[in-house]
Nanobody
Framework: VQLVESGGGLVQTGGSLRLSCEASGDISTIYPMGWYRQAPGKDREMVATMSRGGAMYYAASVRGRFTFSRDNARNALYLQMNSLKTEDTAMYFC???????GGQGTQVTVSS
């Protein structure tokens, strides 16, 4: 399964973006799976992920602003990002680390 992210871009503080991740195959049984990000000079961090039981986990820094969803019928993941802040600037990846799956990422840049 290959993962391809899209939807990144340049947005001003307070703006919104919706990231998409399309998988080349069936992801319905792949858990946990979610979104991660890496800013320059920083370690990769989990943004949002979903467990097999459907539990959602969000990083504290994005909780209440970002919404993660997945559509197994479309083999896709989404990340709705609202009220963006400059500190959200990073490369965003969808991934299933336990399966060794990850995309190339999509860049999100938030300007002040």
């Amino acid at each position: 399964v290959q993962l391809v992210e899209s939807g990144g871009g340049l947005v001003q503080t307070g703006g919104s973006l919706r990231l998409s991740c399309e998988a080349s195959g069936d992801i319905s049984t792949i858990y946990p799976m979610g979104w991660y990000r890496q800013a320059p000079g920083k370690d990769r961090e989990m943004v949002a992920t979903m467990s097999r039981g459907g539990a959602m986990y969000y990083a504290a820094s994005v909780r209440g602003r970002f919404t993660f969803s997945r559509d197994n019928a479309r083999n896709a993941l989404y990340l709705q990002m609202n009220s963006l802040k400059t500190e959200d600037t990073a490369m965003y990846f969808c991934a299933a680390p336990s399966m060794g799956l990850g995309g190339q990422g999509t860049q999100v840049t938030v300007s002040s």
